[in-house]
């Protein structure tokens, strides 16, 4: 799910690139605010698709509950989004607003989990090996 989902982010970025295109704005338009709220929840049930939820299922495609979430339908998002891939501006915007809030929910799982291992910062595993590749 997460491959289809990244493919079809690069076809719609691929497309954006084109300046001949002229995407008019849909009548059904998801605001940016929506979007952002919209892709932050997107990211969030494709990355806990793979975890164990209550009734002890895994690989479950969340995607539908989203879609519900926000009383849309996966026409409407294709849509929006095309709308906005073609507005490359925005459509940064709105992903760096999204990349924000994963990484405040990283932050405090982070937190979160030192404080019940008990450390203050987990090693950097990434930095040590690109500072043993420097060295």
């Given at each position: 799910?997460?491959?289809?989902?990244?493919?079809?982010?690069?076809?719609?970025?691929?497309?954006?690139?084109?300046?001949?295109?002229?995407?008019?704005?849909?009548?059904?338009?998801?605001?940016?605010?929506?979007?952002?709220?919209?892709?932050?929840?997107?990211?969030?049930?494709?990355?806990?698709?793979?975890?164990?939820?209550?009734?002890?299922?895994?690989?479950?495609?969340?995607?539908?509950?989203?879609?519900?979430?926000?009383?849309?339908?996966?026409?409407?998002?294709?849509?929006?989004?095309?709308?906005?891939?073609?507005?490359?501006?925005?459509?940064?915007e709105?992903?760096?607003?999204?990349?924000?809030?994963?990484?405040?929910?990283?932050d405090?799982?982070?937190?979160?989990?030192?404080?019940?291992?008990g450390?203050?910062?987990?090693?950097?595993?990434?930095?040590?090996?690109?500072?043993?590749?420097?060295?």
């Amino acid at each position: 799910m997460r491959k289809l989902i990244m493919a079809l982010c690069l076809f719609f970025i691929v497309l954006a690139c084109d300046k001949k295109m002229d995407y008019k704005k849909p009548e059904n338009l998801i605001s940016k605010k929506q979007m952002i709220d919209l892709l932050y929840d997107m990211h969030l049930a494709v990355g806990t698709s793979n975890l164990q939820n209550l009734k002890l299922e895994k690989n479950r495609n969340y995607m539908s509950l989203v879609y519900e979430k926000y009383g849309i339908d996966s026409t409407q998002f294709a849509e929006s989004n095309i709308y906005y891939t073609a507005n490359i501006n925005t459509y940064e915007e709105i992903f760096e607003e999204v990349e924000k809030r994963l990484k405040k929910v990283q932050d405090s799982f982070q937190t979160s989990l030192d404080s019940i291992v008990g450390q203050k910062k987990r090693p950097d595993y990434g930095k040590m090996t690109r500072d043993s590749l420097n060295n």
